[in-house]
């Protein structure tokens, strides 16, 4: 068997990590956790997956009507508002929203998601471990409590071993941007 050999370029694009302080974080957080505190516990199958994820909703990612969730949304309206605009487009599509706990060696590897963009909001998180991205080398994302982040949804990202002793709670969100804006085009003359 004759073996040809491929020729493959690599095109490099301009993509965006967007990190922000989440509006708000301070005056929900305590109320946010006992909502999701209080939702049933659900864990990820077990002999299925190597991450330790210590409780999430994942099964529920796109019912909108769960407690924490209606309580979430203004709030999160109001920042995802800010990212839709600096990116340049005009409409946001949440797809799907769900949490994730991790305790003491909970951890989460190597992994995409769907849509074209997905976040993470640290609702909880004292000294865990922060998200890392693989883009040619691994880099940790400069996070902390009450921040958000999006980043493309293709970019492989983990959540490293928890070594802290305290329990380290995100919310996790795959969205959609459509329709580029007006002033977006002009500006480079499409």
Do not use: C
């Not at 407690?67 to 839709?84: E, G, I, Q, R």
């Amino acid at each position: 068997m004759d073996r040809k050999t491929v020729m493959i370029d690599t095109i490099l694009i301009n993509s965006k990590i967007l990190h922000k302080k989440f509006d708000g974080h301070n005056n929900i957080k305590d109320e946010l956790l006992s909502l999701i505190n209080s939702q049933p516990n659900e864990t990820l199958t077990p002999g299925k997956y190597t991450d330790d994820v210590s409780r999430l909703d994942w099964s529920q990612s796109d019912n909108f009507d769960r407690p924490w969730v209606k309580f979430f949304m203004p709030y999160f309206s109001d920042n995802y508002n800010h990212f839709t605009k600096e990116l340049g487009f005009k409409v946001f599509q949440l797809r799907d929203i769900w949490f994730q706990q991790y305790e003491q060696n909970g951890t989460h590897g190597w992994h995409t998601h769907s849509e074209n963009y997905t976040g993470v909001y640290y609702l909880e998180m004292k000294d865990g471990p922060k998200t890392q991205v693989f883009d040619n080398k691994i880099i940790e994302l400069p996070v902390s409590e009450g921040d958000i982040v999006i980043f493309p949804s293709f970019l492989v990202h983990k959540a490293p071993i928890n070594k802290d002793t305290n329990r380290k709670t995100i919310i996790s969100f795959n969205v959609n941007f459509d329709g580029l804006r007006n002033e977006l085009l002009e500006k480079i003359n499409v």
